[in-house]
């Protein structure tokens, strides 16, 4: 492995090593909180108005974790992108479940919200996987932030994968911050798995921890 190019990266690096796993939890949680809780109302906006029916979205968790962990709830079928930053190839990486996208796709075409959706048991179709490109957009969006405090995500994200890429595709390991929304309406419910590093987070966030991030 060559030597980061420049000394941002080698803190960031040095940052990863100091936190891991067993880290400075209650200040990664309470960052990662933070940018989930200001992100709620923006992300049911933004999907309202994608969908034009009800469907709601809440935060169902704020944890520490590894970045490969990002599909380990995920099941058989699901959707993956892995979105960059000017500093690093994988700033955020999004996992949407078959459950979430089944709840979109209805949604979207105007099912009743009141009827189960039927759940998806194959690889995904082309109209499934640009809904979920479009859920990961604008998930990252409501999360990117502005300013000094922005994460500096590159838009727009990449188109998602799935089936045996999503699947096979190596996730570089290293601590991270999981937060987990749920994508529901009256009779199903769905997760969106996010996970930034912790070097992603700590950098761009670090400082104004003990306020909440």
């Known amino acids: 492995m ?5 000394p941002s990266q080698t803190r960031a690096l040095i940052i990863e090593r ?6 400075e939890a209650a200040q990664v949680i309470g960052v990662g909180r933070g940018m989930a809780e ?3 109302p923006l992300l049911q906006k933004a999907l309202s108005a994608e969908l034009g029916a009800p469907v709601t979205v809440d935060l169902q968790a704020v944890e520490v974790g590894r970045v490969p962990d990002a599909r380990m709830r995920a099941g058989e079928t699901f959707a993956m992108t892995i979105v960059p930053s000017p500093t690093s190839a994988d700033a955020m990486t999004l996992v949407m479940d078959a459950p979430a996208i089944a709840v979109m796709v209805q949604a979207l075409f105007g099912g009743d919200p009141d009827q189960p959706v039927a ?23 409501a999360l990117n932030g502005s300013g000094r405090r922005s ?10 994968m799935s089936g045996n890429e999503a699947k096979r ?15 529901s309406t009256p009779t199903d419910t769905g997760t969106v798995t996010v996970m930034i590093p912790q070097r992603i987070l700590l950098a761009t966030r670090g400082a104004t921890a003990d306020h909440g991030g």
């Open 119 to 141: 759940p998806i048991e194959r690889d995904l179709s082309q109209i499934e996987t640009d809904v979920a490109t479009t859920v990961f957009q604008e998930v990252a969006m």
């Open 18 to 23: 100091l936190v891991g796993d067993s880290g």
């Open 38 to 40: 200001r992100s709620l």
């Open 151 to 160: 994460l500096e995500l590159r838009q727009p994200v990449p188109r998602a």
């Open 2 to 6: 060559t030597s980061p190019a420049s």
């Open 169 to 183: 595709r190596v996730l570089r390991d290293g601590a991270a911050v999981r937060i987990i929304y749920g994508i």
